[in-house]
């Protein structure tokens, strides 16, 4: 099982503007109102922590590989070989640079018409790590750092997270 999670700022402000951007889930007024449902699991798919919390009792299970969102922006092609060799490949350094540049959020966001059909261009907005900046005030990060802190502080998938390095102002 590969499982994919990303910070929980950037992530929150990506599921906004798919909510509010796909006609077929509810959309919010604002980002007030999303982040408050948001931050109380009240969202599709339900709360991202209660989410976290549960697969971080599954981090150190064998059949399991945890990859988060900024290591792939970070080194696609490192988390590309790390993901090959999870699922018992052996791909040569070609192999893996060749899936990189195919796998980079651009490279699949120009494809993403042919691949996703009219979601495409929801699905695959900015793909930036940090936007959270420019749409969180204040006080919704003092509220998501302490929503943190109580959920993910201290355990694996938190430190997995690097959360002081990509969600602190």
């Not at 080194?75 to 052996?90: D, H, P, Y």
Request: with cysteine; proline share 3%.
């Amino acid at each position: 099982i590969l499982v994919l999670f990303r910070n929980p700022k950037d992530t929150a402000v990506s599921f906004f503007h798919f909510h509010n951007n796909v006609p077929s889930v509810p959309s919010y007024s604002s980002w007030d109102e999303f982040f408050s449902e948001f931050m109380n699991g009240k969202v599709g798919w339900g709360s991202y922590f209660d989410h976290a919390v549960t697969w971080n009792k599954h981090i150190e299970d064998e059949n399991t590989m945890f990859i988060i969102y900024e290591d792939l922006k970070e080194n696609l092609t490192a988390s590309v070989k790390q993901i090959a060799e999870f699922f018992g490949f052996s791909p040569t350094a070609d192999q893996i640079q060749s899936i990189a540049d195919r796998a980079t959020f651009q490279a699949v966001k120009e494809k993403a018409q042919e691949t996703h059909g009219p979601v495409g261009s929801i699905l695959f907005r900015k793909g930036v790590v940090g936007d959270w900046k420019n749409i969180f005030t204040e006080a919704q990060n003092q509220e998501m750092d302490a929503k943190f802190k109580v959920c993910l502080e201290g355990t694996k998938l938190g430190a997995k997270l690097k959360y002081d390095v990509y969600c602190k102002a």
